[in-house]
Nanobody, 117 residues
Framework: QVQLVESGGGLVQAGGSLTLSCEAS????????MGWYRRTPGKERELVAL???????NYADGVKGRFTISRDNAKNIVYLQMTSLKPDDTAVYYC???????????WGQGTQVTVSS
């Protein structure tokens, strides 16, 4: 049974930093691409950052230079380090894993990030 447990969300002032963590279990971590998505009320869930098995990364334009995604394959954890946070970054952030061959994917339960102005 695959489980993704996110942590690290919370309330922070604009300009502050937060680091989200997503610990995965029940899967071969190294065979999955890992991503962070976010959703705000009334909007579609959007990709924030992606890291594939080789370590290559991809970021949404609005977070480039401020957010960093990384993975620790030994601990089965993917991180999202967020700096220079803006009120527009307020959202529920979701961890996603997707198998690199089959495309099978799983979602975490989401963690709220609120950035006050």
């Amino acid at each position: 049974q695959v489980q993704l447990v996110e942590s690290g969300g919370g309330l922070v002032q604009a300009g502050g930093s937060l680091t989200l963590s997503c610990e995965a279990s029940g899967l071969t971590f190294g065979s999955y691409a890992m991503g962070w998505y976010r959703r705000t009320p009334g909007k579609e869930r959007e990709l924030v950052a992606l890291i594939i098995t080789g370590g290559s990364t991809n970021y949404a334009d609005g977070v480039k230079g401020r957010f960093t995604i990384s993975r620790d394959n030994a601990k089965n954890i993917v991180y999202l380090q967020m700096t220079s946070l803006k009120p527009d970054d307020t959202a529920v952030y979701y961890c996603n894993v997707r198998h690199i061959w089959s495309g099978t994917g799983y979602w975490g339960q989401g963690t709220q990030v609120t950035v006050s102005s």
